[in-house]
Structures are given as structure tokens and as C-alpha cells.
């Protein structure tokens, strides 16, 4: 490529110029600004220091010490990157970290983070205060260097003035050089002019003293060897493998080759042709650098919008429940690790795109919080609802009245069941109390029933035993001693008590089955017979015998019983007359005056349990 073309300005690498301020500027003068070799955004982003901790992974407290270490040790133009990176971890750790299940009352843990939040926000503070006192600091600095400079050169055109030893005169310009150098930067609206100033001064000096030719020519050629070795480092940093390094070395190579001074004439255009082609080569190769992460940068730009794309649309559903809104957050969280494992991007777009990014996450945490916020009232009414059952459970659980209380906490434990959740910190301990109260009632139960089936198989050996003792009782000739005597078995036989219900069945009807037989063998009629069974029956199920509720019943079961046979007799009667003119009419009055005795017979029996009826239970 022409030097002309390369001469050319490029606006996207902003490091070839026309005209004398150029790194390529006309070798007679050799006048370079540091401005012209500045690095550009990209590589500025590029050579930012990189935060090598994973500061996402760190607890508050962890957070907290860092940031201490940080602003308390190292200098704030370092720390820059780092700091903001904290600031992150911690607000994302605050913001992900909404309590979902509280109680109403504050808990040591909260307590602690609130201190730990706000020593955090006063190292911010202190952070932000040594940030200006830096910026405010620098630019004084760069101003009284500026102004030490200007005293410089006000030397120089002094010792230009003076008619002394040259040797003496060369020795004060060298001393002036070093002294120029050691000088650091200064404010960027001065360096150009600063400049100029300076190196026309300098080959004022060059042209006015008239030094001895042999200690020029030694200065000169001093000087050609410091330049050939700058272009010898220059063309090697063609094979450095970092562009971004290799290019902001170069601009330090600049700084140097203006810094060194002129060189024979006649060696001046070759040697910088040769820099300046090393310069050229570089600058293209950097500027290629940056023409395919510009195109890297805009993918990395479209991958953003897509995330925040994913994040809007995220904010458009509505969770319904907690594994709903787990699983949208599990998903912002993979959007947000997508997000860090994105390279850079321009920053004006990074800032654009951050701000809209961090908008999505702000609406999605804030309907978040909505949510478990009217989830906490819920719990916290469920809560109350379960306590009142603690309370029910508590009050009956000592009772002996055993079906009834069984009954009536497992009616509790299917509303408990109803209820939907309360406050996590409060469950456990809220479980813990009703399930104790239903144990203490149940395990009295299980021990109490354990009691009674002992005490059973001592019932049912003895009812065993009083059904042997009824089959070998001999009938006396004395009625009424023989009833008083059966009276007393059955007597017996309810006050031995209860035994295993699959016995019970067997042994009622083996017990009463003898019963009856003994009573069949006593000289009673019928009617007595029954009555006597029926008290029994009454009195072996437990009921009052003087209750006029279960007397009135049979009494009145017997009474319609009565009419319903006079009925039948008087339809029967009729019925006499006529069959009188039927051929056959003795036989059927015959069968019906036989179904009329039949009926009056009945009556006469039922009348007489009804008077044994009032006798015995008057």
C-alpha cells in the first residue's frame, strides 16, 4: 500500500492522520502529540482489569469484608471495577432474598443483615468520597504540571540568552531534558500546544548556541541508537500475540521516540519511514482487530435484546402459585448467568440494554414481593385457623370420654388438612404442638384399651365358666326359689362386664340359650314365662325398668294386637250367617268358630301379659 493511502484519516481507528501533528508527522520537525496514538473505547474496555473473584457466590458478610479490604487498601483508581461488581452481588443478593414465608415478628436474622446493609451502604459512602477527593486530586496535579512545564521552557529560552561554557550550556539543556521528562501528565486541552512549544525551543536551542560540532554529532548519533533500538521493539510487537497490548505499547515507544531528540540529518527520513511503517502495520492489524469485535460486539449487542426480550415476557405471566414463581425465578436467573457470559458491547448500547435489563428484573422482583406479600396474609390467617385447632386438640386430649374425643380429633385432623399453609418459620412448631396433643390422647386410648382387653379375657373365662356352673344348676321344687335363683345367674352375667367383641355374640346366645331352657322347665305358664324373659332382656341392654317408655311401648304393642284379633273374631261372626245355604256350611263354620277360639285363646294370653305387665312394672 502507498504511503499516501496510508496517510489517509480512519475514523474507527483514530490513529493515522494527515498533517504535522500526525504520528506521521514531517520528519524534519518530529513533533508528536500523545493524543494521536490514544487508545479508542474498544481498547480501553479491553484493558480494563478483570474482577477475578465470582463475588455472585459471596455471603453479605463476605461482600461487606471485601469492600473493607478494598477501600481501605488499595488505591480507588484501581478498585474501580471491582467495587461495582460487589455493589451488584450484594443489591442482587438483597432483592432475590424477599422473605416469602415470615412471621410477624422480626428475626434475629433479619436483624443482622440490617447492620450488615447499613455498614455496607457507609463503606459506599467512604468509597464515593475518596473517588472525588482522587478526580479532584488528579486534576491538580495534571494542573501543576502543566504549570512546572511552562517553567521549564521559561529555562530553556533563559538558557538559550546565556554566553557561557558550551560544555556547561549542554550540560544545563541535558539537565532541563530530564527534567521535562520526569514530569508526568498534564491537563489533555494543554499537551498540544505544551508541545510544540517545547520542541521549538528545544531546535531554538539546537540552531542558537552553535554547539562544538563533535559533541552535537555524539548527541546525535546517542540519539539514533535510542531510535533504531524503539523500531527494532516497534517491529517486534507486530508478533506480540495481543493486539490490544502491542498497540498500547507502541503509544509508550511514541512517547519515548519524542522524548529522545533529533538525529543526523541525513538519517532522519530513513529511520522514521522505518518506524512509521512499523507503526502503520500495527495500527492496521489493530484497527482489523477491531473491525471483527465491532462485528462480535453487535451479535453480543442482539443476544442482549434477546434476554431482555425474555425477561418482558416473563413479566407477562402470572404465576399462580409458589413452583410457579421458583420456576420463573429459576429461569431470570439463567437469563441473568446468559447475561454476565455475554461479551462487551459499545457502551452506549451496554447502557441502554443494562437499564433495560435491570427495568425487567425490577418488575419482575416487585410482583414477586406482591405475590408472597398476600401469600403471607393467607398463611398468616391459616396460621390462626390451625392455632384455634391446637387449642380444641389441647382441651380434650386428657378426656377418658374415649369414642366421643377419638371422634372429635379426627374431625381436627381433617380440617387441619383443609387449611392451606402457614408461615414456614411457624409450621414446624405449630405441627408439633397439635400432633402432641392428638398423641396424648391417643396413646391414654391405646394404653386404656390394652387395660381392657386384659381385663376381658378375665370376662370371658369367667362367662364361660357361669355358663357351666347354669347347665349343672338343678331345678328345685320351689317356684319361686328356681325364678330368684335364674334371676341371680343373669344377675351374674351382666355384672361380670365386657368381653372381646368377637366372643360376645357367641357367648349371649350359648348363656341364654340355657337360660331359656332352665325357664322352659319351671311350671310357669307361657305368658309369666315371657314377661320374666322380657325383663331380663331389658335389664341385660341396660334400660330403666321403671321408665314408662319401654312399659307403654309393649303395653301398647299388646293392646293393638288385642283389637286387631277382636276385629278378626267380629268379621268372623259375621261371616257365620253366611255360610248357613251353602252346601258344605257345617265344615266352614266349623273351621271359622275354630279360628274364633284360636283368636279368643290369644287375647286371653295377651290380657294376662298385660296385667303381669302393670304388676311387675307398676
Known sequence: METSERDKVNKDGGNIKDGKNSVFAEPQTELFCPEELNLNEETAQENEVSVVKNYFLMSPQDLLDELKTLVDNFPVERIKKDVEAIKDAFYKYLA??????????????????????????????????????????????????????????????????????????????????????????????????LWDTWHYNVEKFYDYVKINKELRDLDLRRNLEAKNLLIRKAEALLEHPSVVEAFAQLQQYHDTWREIGPVPRDQREQIWERFKEASYKLNRKHQAYFDQLKQERQINVQM???????????????????????????????????????????????????????????????????????????????FKLKKELCEKAKAISNSEDWQTTAD???????????????????????????????????????????????????????????????????????????????????????????????????????????????????????????????????????????????????????????????NEISLLDNNVGFFASSKNADSMIADVRKKISKAKEEIRKMEEQIKLIDKEFE
Open 304 to 382: 442482549k435484546i434477546d434476554l431482555c426480550e425474555r425477561i418482558e415476557k416473563l413479566n407477562q405471566k402470572n404465576p399462580k402459585s409458589v413452583k410457579e414463581w421458583q420456576k420463573a425465578f429459576n429461569e431470570l436467573s439463567n437469563i441473568f448467568d446468559e447475561w454476565k457470559a455475554i461479551g462487551f458491547v459499545p457502551k452506549k448500547e451496554n447502557t441502554e440494554l443494562y437499564a433495560r435489563l435491570r427495568k425487567g428484573r425490577d418488575e419482575f422482583f416487585s410482583k414477586r414481593r406482591a405475590y408472597y406479600k398476600a401469600q403471607k396474609q393467607i398463611a398468616m390467617a391459616n
Open 408 to 566: 372429635a380429633l379426627i374431625k381436627l385432623q381433617k380440617q387441619w388438612r383443609q387449611i392451606g399453609p402457614v408461615p414456614h418459620k411457624l409450621s414446624v412448631a405449630l405441627w408439633v404442638e397439635f400432633r402432641d396433643a392428638c398423641d396424648t390422647f391417643f396413646n391414654r386410648k391405646i394404653e386404656h384399651q390394652k387395660m381392657l382387653s386384659e381385663q376381658y379375657a378375665v370376662n370371658l373365662k369367667e362367662k364361660e365358666a357361669l355358663i357351666v356352673e347354669l347347665k349343672n344348676f338343678v331345678l328345685s321344687k320351689n317356684e319361686s326359689k328356681n325364678i330368684d335363683a335364674l334371676k341371680q345367674f343373669r344377675q351374674r352375667w351382666n355384672n361380670i362386664g365386657f368381653v372381646p367383641i368377637k366372643e360376645k355374640e357367641r357367648l349371649q346366645q350359648k348363656f341364654y340359650a340355657v337360660l331359656d331352657e332352665k325357664y322352659r322347665q319351671l311350671k310357669i305358664s307361657d305368658a309369666q314365662r315371657k314377661i320374666i324373659r322380657m325383663k331380663e332382656r331389658f335389664e341385660s341392654s341396660g334400660h330403666k325398668f321403671d321408665s314408662n317408655r319401654v312399659v307403654n311401648s309393649e303395653r301398647e304393642r299388646l293392646f293393638n294386637r288385642i283389637m286387631q284379633l277382636e
Open 96 to 193: 432475590e432474598n424477599e422473605e416469602e414465608e415470615e412471621s410477624s415478628s422480626e428475626s434475629v436474622d433479619e436483624v443482622i443483615f440490617d447492620l450488615v446493609e447499613e455498614e455496607f451502604d457507609k463503606y459506599l459512602e467512604k468509597y464515593r468520597e475518596k473517588k472525588y477527593e482522587y478526580t479532584r486530586n488528579t486534576e491538580s496535579y495534571k494542573e501543576e504540571n502543566y504549570r512546572q512545564k511552562l517553567a521549564i521552557i521559561e529555562e530553556l529560552k533563559d538558557l538559550i540568552k546565556e554566553e557561557e561554557d558550551l560544555n556547561l550550556t549542554f550540560q544545563k539543556f541535558h539537565d532541563i531534558q530530564n527534567r521535562w521528562k520526569e514530569i508526568a501528565q498534564v491537563p489533555q486541552n494543554y499537551v498540544k500546544d
